[in-house]
């Protein structure tokens, strides 16, 4: 075994879960007519349950283009892909010296712009659909007790 | 957290997979070859993404079967020093913590790298076991293995195989992953959620 390149280019979570996708995983039940090796299944496991799961091409290239202007390296834009922070103190970890480079305002319209172009992950509800479930619950509430 | 790497290897095609084509006939033998296996410095193979060539066919004098020289690539799992992955609670201990990814086991968070301070408190939910908890502002923050932890990757290290190994010390590992999470933001998602 030779390696050639060590580092022929990284890949998003995305990336690998279209590529184990693609090769038949999200289509087998049974997990045993697909060829797809059980190891692959454990990382197809992993990342169907993150953010990478709703995310779509459009998606990312639109958050591509639309972190041009905050001047973020290359790592750090695909670690805000992997993760998508939805708050500054998730964002703060994954941006080095974030307050020194941006100041807490652009961070806050960087946060802003993450959570409305990349998809929440599966398992947690938008703010706004969760709010509007307390609100139904009241009045069910209230009708029980008039019963 | 993942990377591709260009591969040369040099493979010994068995005859009773002539009845095969040659792409799909070598792809099988490569994943037997280096699927779910860690190459050292390069990380753990997760997936061969594609071939880009295939050479000779050459049947060495007093062998039954052809070899090959591939060039693929490989999907290789190999997170970068400072970046921040998720992972679930596997055990925990006097030395620190021991995270999982599903696929990947060996990340241990070491006592120096836990929030500061921690103590070490008894489990209530469980008799003999332990539980990290992290002291802020007089309020305890326990780490259970209810939600997704947060790290950062602090070094990755490729041991190598011990000659001797002692009867009780645990499995060996190929790639061992030492996380941190003494920074905001770090640490179990419903901290700062």
């Known amino acids: ?147 | 957290m993942f990377f591709l790497s260009v591969i040369e290897h040099t493979l010994r095609l068995p005859p009773h997979l002539l009845s095969l084509p040659l792409k799909e006939a070598i792809k099988g033998e490569l994943e037997t070859l280096f699927l779910d296996k860690v190459i050292s410095s390069l990380g753990l193979c997760v997936s061969i993404y594609d071939i880009r060539s295939i050479d000779g066919g050459f049947i060495f004098a007093g062998d039954g079967a052809s070899t090959y020289t591939v060039v693929f690539r490989l999907i290789m799992f190999r997170p970068f020093v400072g970046e921040i992955l998720v992972g679930k609670l596997k055990s925990s201990d006097a030395n620190g913590l021991r995270l999982s990814l599903g696929f990947f086991d060996d990340i241990y968070v070491p006592v120096h790298l836990l929030p500061n301070p921690s103590h070490l408190l008894p489990d209530p939910d469980n008799k003999h076991g332990v539980r990290w908890t992290w002291e802020f502002q007089e309020e305890q923050f326990p780490i259970d293995g209810k939600d997704e932890i947060r790290f950062r990757v602090h070094s990755i290290n490729y041991p190598s195989i011990p000659v001797e190994q002692e009867k009780e010390a645990k499995p060996f590992a190929p790639m061992v992953i030492t996380g941190s999470l003494d920074y905001d933001g770090l640490g179990p998602i419903s901290w700062w959620v």
Do not use: W
């Open chain 1, 1 to 147: 075994m030779k390696i050639q390149e060590p580092n022929a280019g990284a890949l998003t979570n995305f990336e690998v879960l279209e590529f184990l996708r693609s090769k038949g995983a999200s289509k087998d039940p049974t997990r045993v007519i697909a060829p797809v090796a059980p190891s692959e299944f454990k990382v197809y496991d992993y990342l169907v349950q993150s953010a990478a799961s709703n995310q779509t091409k459009q998606s990312i290239h639109e958050f591509l283009n639309r972190c041009e202007k905050y001047d973020l390296a290359k790592a750090e834009k695909l670690n805000i892909l992997n993760i998508r922070p939805s708050s500054v103190v998730e964002i703060d970890p994954i941006i080095e010296e974030c307050e020194k480079r941006m100041g807490s305002e652009v961070v806050e319209e960087l946060v802003e712009m993450v959570i409305q172009v990349l998809p929440p992950p599966p398992g947690q509800v938008k703010p706004d659909e969760a709010a509007d479930e307390d609100n139904e619950e009241i009045p069910d509430q209230e009708q029980m007790e008039t019963n």
